[in-house]
C-alpha cells in the first residue's frame, strides 16, 4: 500500500511536469518488473498447491492399487491351492476306480517335526474322523507317506517313511526281490530310503520300482520309491538299494488316510 501510494504520487507529480503519457510509460517501467515478481511468485505458490494435492491424490492411488494388489495376489493363491486341491482329488477318483476296496480320509498338514534322522507331521483330524493308530497314510498317487502313530480326538501325529524307526517290508516291482525298506540313517543320504537284506545275487537298476509287498498294516502295491543307487552292506554279503521317495515330501500339503482295505 505503501508503494502504491508513492506511485500514485510521483505519477501525479511526473503528469504535472511532464505530461499524462510520459508519466503512464515511467510507472509502467517500474510496476512490469514487480507484477512480473508476483506471477513468478504466484506460479510457483500454484505449482507447489498443485504438488502436494497431487502428492496425496497419488499417495491415495497408490494406497488403494497396493491393496487391490495384495487382494488378487491372495485371490490367485486361493485359486491356485483350489486347482491343487482339485487335482488331488480327481486323482484320488482315479486311484479309487483302481482300487475299490479302499477308504479314504483326507487331511491336511498342521506342522512339522523333522530332525536328524526323525521325521513326521501333524494333521487336523483324528478319532472323531474314524482315524486309529497303525492307519497307512498314502498320496492320490498311490505313494506311501507313512503311518498314523499317535491320534486324538482332532488331531493325529504321522510318521514318515524317512524316519529310520519306521520299517516296511518291499519288493522290486520289476523283479520281485524283497527286502525292508527304511529311513537312511547317513548323514550324506537325508532324505533317501534304503532297503536292507537284498540277496547278493540282486540285479537291480536305476528307476527300479519299489512297492509294499502287502500286510495287516499295508496293502500290497503301494509305491515307496524308486532305486537309485546299489551296493553291498557292512557285512559284505546282502546287498541294499538307495532310493529316492515316491512321495515329494517337499511339496506335501493334502494327505489321504488309508481307513480300510483288503490285501489280496
Excluded at 9 to 17: E, F, P, R, Y
Excluded at 161 to 174: G, K, N, P, Q, Y
Aim: aromatic fraction near 10%.
Amino acid at each position: 500500500m505503501l508503494l502504491a501510494v508513492v506511485l500514485a504520487v510521483v505519477t501525479a507529480i511526473v503528469s504535472a511536469l511532464f505530461g499524462a503519457t510520459w508519466a503512464q510509460k515511467a510507472v509502467q517501467a517500474v510496476i512490469t518488473p514487480i507484477r512480473s515478481g508476483v506471477s513468478s511468485i504466484t506460479r510457483q505458490a500454484e505449482r507447489y498447491y498443485n504438488y502436494l494435492f497431487g502428492y496425496e491424490s497419488l499417495e491415495a492411488d497408490n494406497e488403494y492399487l497396493r491393496k487391490r494388489v495384495a487382494e488378487i495376489e491372495d485371490e490367485m493363491r486361493k485359486a491356485d491351492s483350489l486347482e491343487r486341491e482339485n487335482q488331488r482329488y480327481r486323482e484320488l477318483l482315479h486311484l479309487k476306480d483302481e482300487h475299490i476296496d479302499y477308504e479314504l480320509c483326507d487331511a491336511y498338514i498342521n506342522s512339522w517335526d523333522s530332525s536328524n534322522f526323525k521325521s513326521g507331521f501333524s494333521i487336523g483330524k483324528g478319532t472323531n474322523a474314524g482315524l486309529e493308530e497303525g492307519m497307512v497314510v498314502i498320496t492320490e498317487y498311490n505313494q506311501v507317506i507313512g503311518i498314523i502313530k499317535e491320534v486324538g480326538p482332532n488331531w493325529a501325529n504321522v510318521t514318515t517313511v524317512l524316519d529310520s524307526s519306521l520299517e516296511i517290508s518291499a519288493s522290486v516291482a520289476s523283479s520281485g526281490y524283497t527286502g525292508v525298506v527304511q529311513g537312511s540313517y547317513n548323514e550324506d543320504e537325508r532324505g533317501k530310503l534304503r532297503m536292507k537284506y537284498l540277496p547278493s545275487e540282486a540285479v537291480l537298476r536305476n528307476n527300479d520300482q519299489v512297492v509294499t509287498t502287502g500286510s495287516t498294516v499295508y496293502p500290497k502295491g503301494l509305491v515307496i520309491g524308486y532305486v537309485e543307487d546299489a551296493g553291498y552292506d557292512e557285512t559284505g554279503v546282502a546287498k541294499f538299494a538307495l532310493l529316492t521317495p515316491a512321495a515329494d515330501f517337499d511339496n506335501l500339503e493334502q494327505v489321504f488316510i488309508l481307513t480300510q482295505f483288503t490285501n489280496e
